[in-house]
């Protein structure tokens, strides 16, 4: 490899399938259809996670063929990449294990406790720097929409299972 090529980005493809592949292993503990619409909550998934594996397919191909994920403008004159227009890691990983939390979560905790952590774990991948108050305003959030939810009938499991009798 020589000095002024980067290595290329195949994290970013392979990102994008094993999300998608998470999104149909999600689909999978849901239905598909439904008696009455025909629409299942698990359809929703299906395809959003099967769109996701097919653009991760086609950010592979362009990985293959060497094109750059970065914008011209944030290049200077001899093609390097300034450091505000590269991917930081981190926290596009912090924003992913947070969107995949209520895989592990929903059951557990609860529909406001899974909010509150995937809102304020996709909030410090943006750089928030007020956990507490990002943990507050998604367990608001969740419980809003868990009281409205339950409210139209839609059966999101008990508000907090961990307080519940068992």
């Known amino acids: 490899m020589s000095a002024g090529v980067s290595p290329r980005p195949w994290w970013v493809p392979g990102g994008v399938i094993a999300f998608g592949g998470v999104m149909l292993y999600g689909a999978t503990q849901l239905g598909q259809s439904d008696a009455h619409s025909g629409v299942g909550p698990g359809l929703f998934v299906t395809i959003i996670g099967i769109a996701l594996v097919v653009l991760g397919v086609a950010l592979g191909v362009q990985v293959a063929r060497g094109v750059a994920f970065t914008s011209p403008e944030g290049e200077d004159a001899y093609g390097e990449v300034d450091d505000e227009d590269r991917t930081h890691r981190g926290p596009l990983l912090l924003a992913i294990a947070s969107l995949a939390a209520p895989l592990v979560l929903m059951q557990a905790a609860g529909f406001p406790v899974t909010a509150a952590v ?17 943990i507050l305003t998604g367990a608001v959030l969740g419980a809003v929409a868990w009281f409205f939810f339950n409210w139209l009938g839609v059966n999101l499991g008990p508000f907090l299972p961990l307080l519940s009798e068992r």
């Open 118 to 134: 995937v809102f304020a774990g996709v909030a410090r991948a943006f750089g928030s720097r007020r956990p507490v108050v990002d």
